[in-house]
């Protein structure tokens, strides 16, 4: 028994050596001003070694000669280490040619010891007693304080029990969200991602979880997507998502929908098999939570781009569970849909058939119905999906009058919020630019009393959206004689042509709805009736094209026989 203590004691003296002397020469290392790269190098190596001994201190061994054999090895490199540092230091080497190999050599060496640390670790000769993570440093940390942490970190990612693995995880995960120093100092050491990789496929549920989230994390960063790709990240996010936990889907499927914006990455999820994965969770809602489904949605989304992978997501027959999808009463799962969706008919004919037939579009529409509780996000979503879906389709148009589409457009051009409004304004103008039809069957919905209304807002962008989609619809005859029907509007659009009103930023397009209303004589009529009438005199004094077109109109008919010779000019 006596024995084994001065064994054990022999061991801590040799350990706490082998720290002092390292701590030593890492400053050492950083001092030296020949062989930059090499010493930089042994510097880094250093580090690493460092913490995986500060790592085992607290730790008990079931193999003393194991671990005395190798703190004998290190502390043989350390003095040599420490010899090749002074005659650098002093400039007392013999030749640059054999420092190199020496440098190389001790290069060599610190790495192995690295792994006979590793290994013991690994053949359970060490036992954790109470090692925990060190603190973190402190905000106006030095780099070298940082990096010396996250060191630590990835020592105990190599050696540490599963606790400390998990650990350490939920450390490296805080402090990257907090400052993103240490995850730009975590990618520069050689096997820092690659062990975050491996850690995806463990089976312990909670290592995996904590992996998954901190590639997650570091795919946010566009400058550091190329380096999990290239660790291999894909094919293990991609068992992830076929048998982890569901907080692991989660994480992965956002890690994938990071990567996959790069078209580059694409194929890569395809070749593992990761579409018909992302197709079982869409397919088994009742499974999964909304943020999986819509972020496996989201994955699809920038994978359908490629022609391929949007043919064999068609032949998988998933059209319609996407369409399925719509119904869902989850706003996330319906945003989603309505994005993939819209992504699968781009330039698509045949699957915006698909799409219709399969009962998609009465589904958006629903999600526009005033009685329904959606979110202003959803409602923008489904205005901005049946116009992408629909397009210029006569048939898609009768079904959206069908449906209530036009209705519920002008029930939120008239109470609708702000933001919906100016949603509902944008698919009106959309509505009037599908056919004469669709301008007709706004007439008769009544949505040209309402225009007029926004030509007065304080948004010059709505002000034009609103004078764009009423230009459009004045083309018809009907919608000219109806709009006549009321006289307060031409008044109106004369009102707003005030010359001296440098803000009205849409006078082209109401010239375009008078010129439009001249060729009515009624309209001429109550134009030249208007006490407004000077409004448009003076613009076309001042040389304004389209008022000068009005006013020889109005001049060369009976109304206005008085106006002379400057307008025949």
């Not at 042994?42 to 671990?67: H, P, R, V, W, Y």
């Not at 670790?121 to 402190?138: D, E, H, K």
């Not at 996000?377 to 009058?401: H, M, P």
């Not at 001296?500 to 060729?519: A, F, P, R, Y």
């Amino acid at each position: 028994m006596g024995e084994e203590s001065d064994q054990s004691s022999a061991e801590k003296t040799r350990l706490h050596q082998a720290i002092v002397l390292i701590s030593s020469l890492i400053s050492l290392s950083n001092s030296i001003k020949v062989f930059p790269t090499k010493w930089q190098s042994i510097g880094n190596k250093l580090d690493e070694l460092f913490s995986n001994l500060t790592a085992i201190e607290n730790c008990q061994s079931t193999d003393n000669f194991s671990l005395s054999i190798t703190l004998e090895s290190i502390l043989a490199t350390l003095k040599n280490c420490d010899e090749l540092g002074k005659q650098c230091s002093e400039l007392s080497y013999s030749g640059k040619l054999l420092m190199q190999s020496d440098l190389d050599i001790v290069i060599a060496k610190i790495g192995a010891h690295i792994k006979s640390i590793s290994d013991i670790y690994a053949m359970g000769l060490l036992t954790q007693s109470n090692a925990i993570v060190v603190s973190r440093p402190s905000v106006s940390a030095s780099r070298d304080d940082i990096k010396f942490y996250i060191v630590d970190l990835l020592s105990r990612f190599k050696i540490g029990s599963t606790g400390m693995k998990k650990q350490a995880l939920v450390a490296f995960n805080e402090v990257i969200q907090e400052d993103d120093r240490y995850l730009k100092i975590a990618l520069e050491l050689d096997t820092f991602v690659n062990f975050l990789v491996n850690f995806l496929d463990l089976k312990d549920s909670e290592i995996q979880e904590e992996s998954a989230k901190a590639v997650s994390l570091i795919a946010g960063f566009e400058s550091y997507k190329s380096v999990l790709i290239g660790a291999g990240v894909i094919a293990p996010l991609i068992r992830v998502l076929e048998s982890g936990s569901d907080r692991s889907k989660t994480f992965a499927a956002r890690c994938l929908m990071k990567v996959t914006e790069n078209s580059d990455n694409v194929w890569s999820v395809s070749a593992h098999g990761g579409v018909t994965v992302l197709l079982k969770i869409c397919g088994n809602t009742g499974e999964h939570d909304g943020e999986l489904v819509g972020l496996a949605c989201g994955v699809l989304k920038n994978l359908v781009g490629v022609e391929e992978i949007r043919r064999f997501v068609v032949e998988e027959g998933a059209i319609l569970e996407f369409v399925n999808l719509l119904r869902s009463k989850n706003e996330v799962i319906k945003i989603c849909s309505v994005d993939l969706l819209q992504a699968m008919a781009c330039g698509d004919e045949s699957i915006r058939y698909m799409i219709i037939q399969g009962g998609g579009i009465r589904a958006i529409v629903r999600a526009l119905d005033p009685r329904s509780s959606f979110s202003t996000k959803t409602r923008e979503v489904a205005f901005r999906g049946i116009v992408n879906i629909c397009c210029s389709s006569e048939k898609s148009l009768n079904l959206l009058v069908n449906y209530g589409f036009m209705d519920h457009i002008l029930y939120f051009l008239r109470y609708g919020e702000v933001p919906v409004q100016e949603l509902a304004l944008k698919a009106a103008f959309w509505l009037s630019g599908t056919s004469e039809e669709g301008k007709k069957l706004m007439g008769d919905a009544g949505f040209m009393p309402v225009l007029v209304k926004f030509l007065d807002s304080n948004s010059l962008e709505i002000r034009e959206v609103a004078a764009e989609t009423l230009s459009s619809m004045i083309i018809v005859p009907r919608n000219r004689k109806r709009f006549m029907q009321n006289d307060q509007n031409v008044g109106l659009l004369l009102q707003m042509l005030d010359p001296m009103d440098i803000n009205t930023g849409n006078k082209k397009l109401l010239l375009s709805i008078l010129m439009s209303l001249t060729s009515s004589n009624s309209a001429r009529k109550k134009i030249a009736n208007s006490g407004y009438l000077k409004n448009i005199e003076k613009l076309a004094e001042a040389e304004v094209s389209d008022a000068k077109k009005i006013v020889k109109k109005l001049s060369s008919n009976r109304f206005r026989s008085i106006l002379g010779g400057f307008w025949q000019s």
